[in-house]
């Protein structure tokens, strides 16, 4: 509902965006260097594929935190600036990779030939060309991948470095809402209070008109609860005036007889008032600031 939720002003300046591409670059090619050296020596096809995305998740989650450091809340500047670092840092990537697999073969490779390639795209374009006519790596001791199943292989990794780098930096972005009389980001206390919710939908409705007693009617969780909402209050450090709240549906699901919990947003960033702030956390603490893994523990020990 339009005018109820939070949403960043869009405010940013040049000097903090300037600030997250230079220092984000540095940090990201650090990091492309490092990813380089595993995924070429890593033989396991699975963990080569958790490297790529810990690459792109780390350069998305470093962008996101410099821009936030300068105070930009912005979407789109998040992701624009995310997206150039993100090139950058692949294209150091793959310099680095040539480099260290032209080592790995006869040695015959020095730091300054790295940088040489750095500052030539078309002797890199190339070095990759002939690299997928003949191949790098094989499978289980096969022939060489090489030609159009290598090139669906790299491009797999792109579209997965920067996809994750992107979404990570969104993510991060909008996890904290910002109080423009302060120009700080608020800080979150994390589960404020549990309720059931037969009905989610009907549970948000009810939270948006800022009935609280409806929280309250519903019950806490017990601890033979298989769903219920869990909500998260975000304040300004300084004013104590700006909050907003979270939602999130808990699932409980049981495998192998044991109780594995997944969680869903159901509400992000709601207005509150101080006082509509202040009331929810009364009510948290009177249906009871023990968590669910709190009760079941308890309810074990006296079992």
């Not at 509902?1 to 000097?15: A, I, Q, R």
């Not at 199943?149 to 797999?156: E, F, S």
């Not at 910002?178 to 549970?203: H, I, M, R, S, Y």
């Not at 009935?211 to 304040?235: C, I, Q, T, V």
Request: contains cysteine; aromatic residues 10%; neutral net charge.
């Amino acid at each position: 509902m339009e005018g109820l939720y939070y949403k960043h002003s869009g405010k940013f300046g040049m000097g903090g965006v300037l600030y997250a591409l230079v220092v984000g670059s540095v940090v990201a090619c650090v990091g492309a260097f490092v990813y380089a050296y595993l995924v070429l020596y890593l033989p396991f096809v699975y963990i080569n594929a958790l490297v790529t995305a810990g690459f792109g998740a780390g350069t998305g989650f470093v962008i996101a935190t410099l821009l936030k450091k300068q105070k930009v809340r912005s979407d789109a500047v998040a992701l624009v600036v995310t997206l150039v670092v993100t090139g950058i840092a692949y294209y150091y990537a793959w310099a680095a990779w040539i480099w260290a697999l032209v080592r790995r073969n006869d040695g015959e490779a020095s730091v300054g030939d790295f940088f040489n390639m750095l500052v030539r795209p078309g002797v890199v374009w190339n070095l990759v060309v002939d690299i997928n006519q003949h191949g790098a790596w094989s499978i289980r001791g096969g022939e060489p991948v090489t030609g159009w199943a290598l090139t669906i292989v790299w491009v797999a990794e792109l579209a997965l470095i920067f996809g994750v780098s992107l979404a990570v930096a969104y993510a991060q972005m909008d996890e904290s809402p910002f109080c423009e009389t302060c120009e700080e980001w608020g800080t979150k206390k994390p589960n404020v209070l549990q309720a059931l919710a037969a009905d989610v939908a009907t549970a948000k409705q009810r939270i948006e008109a800022k009935d609280f007693h409806y929280l309250e009617s519903a019950g806490a969780p017990r601890p033979d609860s298989m769903e219920w909402l869990r909500l998260h209050l975000f304040s300004c450090p300084k004013c104590g005036s700006f909050h907003t709240l979270d939602a999130e549906k808990v699932k409980i699901k049981v495998e192998s007889g044991k109780r594995k919990e997944n969680t869903s947003t159901a509400m992000h960033h709601l207005l509150l008032t101080a006082s509509e702030a202040e009331a929810l956390q009364r009510l948290g603490e009177k249906m009871g600031p023990k968590s669910v893994a709190e009760m079941a523990q308890s309810a074990g020990a006296s079992a």
